[in-house]
């Protein structure tokens, strides 16, 4: 299988700067972009963001030393009862898709990231990027470019977001680009869902089918056993697929 190459972040820089004030929080793995409305930014959403990040790594750290298993299944797997409510909700998510439990590891920061700045400061606009998983909460629509590694369509194309859809999980997976582990070669799974963690489940999953451009449309056809995904789109080399609720955009 070949080498997935890593990118740094550039493509952070797309968040229009005048729409989200932007700022990052990072703790071991989890390398957070928040974006928030300027006129609601507070300094102090920093320090909140990162006490719940470290708890809830921590939390998880602990169940994973007692379930060693939980982190290593590419399968889906049963946590016991007594594991913390979020290593249970992963291995729902993942369930669904057929894969491990990991899978869902970054949405979940980023959703509980999200869930504490909204739980703690009046947000009206709100964007948390982890790993190419978006949690969202947007008030107007939002168009985002896809970032697809060597691919001649990176950033030359982009999905319409409306706005008013509410808490939505925006979650790409790739076989070329990243740390992330794909059975696939896709340089771009994006799926859209209300649940981040079963939108990151399933874009694993479907990544996973996408070997050539040739199998982007068997791959689409997979999607649509899911209704949970709203919408879903494909980038492998110079060829692409989508469907859905969500519009294309051509950028330049």
């Not at 409306?162 to 994006?190: N, W």
């Not at 874009?203 to 949970?228: F, W």
Request: proline share 5%; charged share 25%.
């Amino acid at each position: 299988m070949p080498e997935q190459k890593y990118y740094i972040r550039t493509y952070r820089e797309q968040f229009n700067t005048h729409r989200f004030s932007g700022f990052q929080i990072s703790f071991r793995e989890t390398d957070l972009w928040i974006g928030v409305n300027p006129d609601s930014f507070r300094e102090e959403m920093k320090d909140c963001v990162l006490s719940r990040i470290k708890e809830l790594r921590e939390n998880l750290d602990k169940y994973i030393n007692k379930e060693p298993l939980f982190a290593k299944s590419l399968e889906p797997f049963q946590p016991s009862e007594n594991a913390p409510s979020e290593a249970k909700e992963m291995a729902l998510a993942s369930a669904k898709a057929g894969i491990g439990p990991l899978a869902a590891v970054a949405a979940l920061f980023a959703r509980e990231a999200g869930k504490t700045i909204l739980q703690n400061f009046p947000v009206k606009e709100l964007v948390i990027e982890n790993g190419g998983d978006i949690f969202a909460s947007l008030k107007n629509n939002m168009v985002l470019s896809i970032f697809a590694g060597d691919s001649p369509l990176s950033e030359k194309i982009g999905i319409e977001i409306p706005g008013e859809t509410g808490k939505l999980g925006i979650c790409t997976s790739a076989g070329t680009v990243g740390p992330s582990f794909s059975y696939g070669q896709a340089d771009a799974v994006m799926v859209i869902c209300k649940n981040i963690l079963v939108a990151d489940s399933l874009a694993t999953a479907i990544g996973n089918e996408v070997k050539a451009p040739g199998d982007i449309e068997k791959a689409l056809e997979l999607s649509e056993k899911y209704p949970e995904i709203k919408s879903a789109l494909i980038i492998c080399k110079d060829k692409l697929g989508i469907r859905g609720e969500f519009q294309l955009k051509s950028l330049k």
